[in-house]
């Protein structure tokens, strides 16, 4: 069974600096990775998906990279500003030939960036 | 093009009650999933749906929970007698048949259902 884990659960930064979110996953037999950004009592917002082919994405500020063997990712945030707070979430999605399977998240990392 | 719709976005039910979540995927997408945030924990998968199927449903409740997505017309999920744990945040996703090694799942704003 698949499991996601995020590090830290919590994190608060002055403004500016730059930041390494940490995710790791169980089975290196994924299909896919996304990151997702969470405002508070909203929906999700997929930053960056990564196939299982490639190594990293990048957009804007943002970029996520992917070591499948070793069963981990990072999300780097450059340059942070106060409305980079949110709570990110890391998700994996397995692939079974017969169909997708549903994502599998990690509990996400709280963000707060202090102006 | 319109993104993944979900109604109502707030929804209070008493215990008991049956509460009826609705998800419009996004144009051309045949594809639907549906997941569950409660408080504090994270986003759990539930069931995944083609049109008229059910592909796995493994993250389901046994009991009191349902799903469709029927030939015309929005994926519903539907939760008999409802209880205060099923209290949560419902969010819906949609993607196309993968191709070319793409598959990417696109989400709703969510439904938050409070039991009384």
């Known amino acids: 069974k698949q499991e996601v884990t995020q590090i830290p659960a919590a994190l608060s930064v002055p403004e500016g600096e730059n930041l390494v979110l940490n995710c790791s996953f169980t089975d290196s037999a994924i299909y896919n990775l996304q990151w997702f950004r969470q405002d508070p009592g909203k929906g999700l917002t997929s930053l960056l998906l990564?196939?299982?082919?490639?190594r990293e994405q990048t957009s804007g500020r943002l970029n996520a990279s992917l070591d499948k063997s070793s069963g981990r990712s990072t999300l780097y945030i450059a340059a942070s500003q106060p409305g980079d707070s949110a709570t990110y979430l890391c998700a994996v999605l397995m692939y079974s030939g017969g169909g997708a399977d549903g994502l599998t998240f990690g509990k996400g990392t709280h963000l707060i960036i202090q102006p | 093009n319109a993104g993944v719709m979900q109604n109502p976005r707030h929804l209070v039910r008493r215990r008991g009650q049956e509460a009826r979540l609705r998800c419009s995927p996004m144009?051309?997408?045949?594809?639907v999933y549906w997941y569950r945030q409660l408080p504090e924990e994270g986003l759990k998968f539930m069931v995944y749906?083609?049109?008229?199927?059910?592909?796995?449903e493994s993250g389901m409740p046994k009991e009191r929970f349902s799903a469709e997505f029927p030939k015309e017309g929005p994926s519903i999920l539907r939760i008999q007698q409802v209880v205060r744990g099923d209290s949560a945040a419902y969010f819906c996703a949609s993607s196309t048949t993968p191709s070319g090694g793409i598959l990417e799942q696109f989400f709703g704003p969510g439904t938050r259902l409070t039991v009384l």
């Open positions: 990564i196939q299982s082919s490639q």
């Open positions: 144009k051309g997408h045949s594809h």
């Open positions: 749906l083609q049109k008229e199927n059910i592909i796995d």
